[in-house]
């Protein structure tokens, strides 16, 4: 009885689409969510094309060959012991740690765990996901929020070599989301 007097009320309160959209709190929350979707957009473009350029940079620098595939190798070794202790067996993942580091503005924040050390050489977003929050498991730009791209921008010194971005503005963007 009481769900389906719920339900009733529920029919009864919702107003039509049209009706919505003549609500001006409503349209401005669609145009902040489309807003924020363009955003998106063009950061989903910027930061690949950065991270891509960056990876091949730390690749051709230490003359990386093939990938490692140690499995003493992981991002919570590397958080454990540091850029300064890691040391992989194959002279691969220390390479790339040490390029990631040396670009990150606050070292003891980066994520470590939140990537695929196996990856660094063939997928580039594995790199960007140490400059995000802890908790990242998106595989591409484009399966990664507005938030998250923003704090990679904001973390990663290489976006103030590359782009005319302002990094206060995305800072202040960025506080937005908590």
């Known amino acids: 009885m009481y769900c389906s007097a719920l339900q009733n009320h529920c ?18 929350w669609l ?19 950065v991270m891509s350029q960056f990876q091949r940079e730390i690749i051709e620098q230490n003359a990386i060959i093939a990938a490692c595939n140690n499995k003493s190798c992981d991002g919570k070794s590397m958080k ?11 002279h691969v993942c220390d390479k790339f740690m040490k390029s990631i580091a040396e670009e990150h ?3 003891r924040n980066a994520s470590w765990e939140n990537c695929d050390v ?19 498991a998106s595989t591409s730009p484009a399966t990664t929020d507005c938030a ?13 070599k590359k782009t005319q971005i302002q990094i206060n503005t995305a800072s202040m963007v960025q506080m937005a989301f908590y």
């Not at 309160?13 to 959209?21: A, C, F, G, I």
């Not at 363009?38 to 930061?47: A, E, M, N, R, S």
């Not at 454990?80 to 194959?90: H, L, Y």
Request: net charge positive; hydrophobic share 30%.
């Open 118 to 136: 196996h990856l660094w050489k063939t997928h580039c977003w594995e790199i960007a996901k140490v400059y995000m929050i802890r908790g990242q």
């Open 80 to 90: 454990c012991q540091g850029t300064d202790k890691f040391r992989c067996p194959n």
């Open 148 to 160: 998250g791209l923003l704090h990679l921008i904001c973390n990663c010194k290489r976006f103030r």
């Open 105 to 107: 503005t606050n070292k």
């Open 31 to 49: 145009k902040v969510t489309y807003g924020l979707r363009c955003v998106k957009d063009g950061l989903c473009t910027l930061t690949g094309t």
């Open 11 to 28: 029919v009864i309160r919702m107003s039509t689409l049209d009706e919505r959209l003549q609500n001006r709190t409503y349209s401005n």
